[in-house]
């Protein structure tokens, strides 16, 4: 399974931009680079995926590298409720044309958001 | 709408026993998927379900462990002979289907299961 690294741990002022960095050197060139953040007592939730292009949505933006091998995630204005674990992780689509069902989580970064 | 529940929301038994925890979907999500966090770690995956049937299960760490979905709705993970190593936070989380780069994940608040 590719790989993904992140920093164990950043930090930000509220309102202020964030930007989570992720290396995955070994993407293949059919896997989609998915964003998950998961809040303190909850589940996970969806922030943003992408393949090859920048993305954005009311959530965030993603931004990939052209060579696909880190992307980066940017909060725009950084709240007290985005103090969050931010995982980076890559879905493989697989031969049949759907995507490999689990998702495999690293440790993420974890954001702490100072008021 | 109704997001992805799991039942109950806390669980503590004795090593040894049996314990059996829920999870409803979001009503018409066909993928239904079983993780466990323990702390400090990111969730790590147990087994996906696509309708009734176990798509994937390389997850489930030993034979204790087994998940049924029978109607390809409501899913059950069981654990016999719980041992204090199980104890972490189990969640599940459904998705329309497995469609290419799409089927965002929709996870459950968890349910933390402590044995003693």
């Known amino acids: 399974d590719a790989k993904t690294t992140q920093p164990n741990s950043m930090e930000s002022n509220e309102e202020e931009p964030v930007h989570l960095p992720c290396n995955h050197s070994t993407i293949s060139g059919t896997d989609y680079i998915h964003w998950y953040r998961q809040l303190p007592s909850q589940g996970p939730e969806y922030v943003i995926h992408g393949l090859t292009s920048n993305v954005n949505n009311r959530m965030a933006s993603l931004a990939i590298a052209e060579d696909r091998k880190s992307s980066t995630l940017i909060l725009h204005r950084a709240t007290l409720r985005d103090a969050a674990v931010y995982y980076c992780i890559l879905r493989a689509l697989m031969n049949y044309g759907g995507s490999q069902g689990n998702l495999i989580f690293g440790k993420g970064t974890k954001l702490s958001v100072k008021p | 709408g109704a997001g992805v529940s799991q039942t109950p929301s806390n669980k503590v038994t004795e090593k040894g026993k049996y314990v059996e925890l829920r999870c409803d979907p979001i009503s018409g999500h066909t993928a239904l998927y079983w993780y466990r966090q323990s702390l400090g770690q990111g969730p790590e995956f147990l087994i996906y379900f696509q309708g009734t049937g176990a798509a994937d299960d390389s997850g489930l760490p030993n034979d204790r462990f087994f998940a049924v979905r029978p109607e390809g709705s409501v899913s059950t993970l069981k654990i016999q002979r719980t041992e204090r190593g199980d104890s972490a936070v189990y969640l599940c989380?459904?998705?329309?289907?497995?469609?290419?780069?799409?089927?965002?994940?929709?996870f459950g608040p968890g349910t933390r299961l402590t044995v003693l």
């Open positions: 989380a459904s998705s329309l289907s497995s469609g290419p780069g799409e089927n965002e994940q929709f």
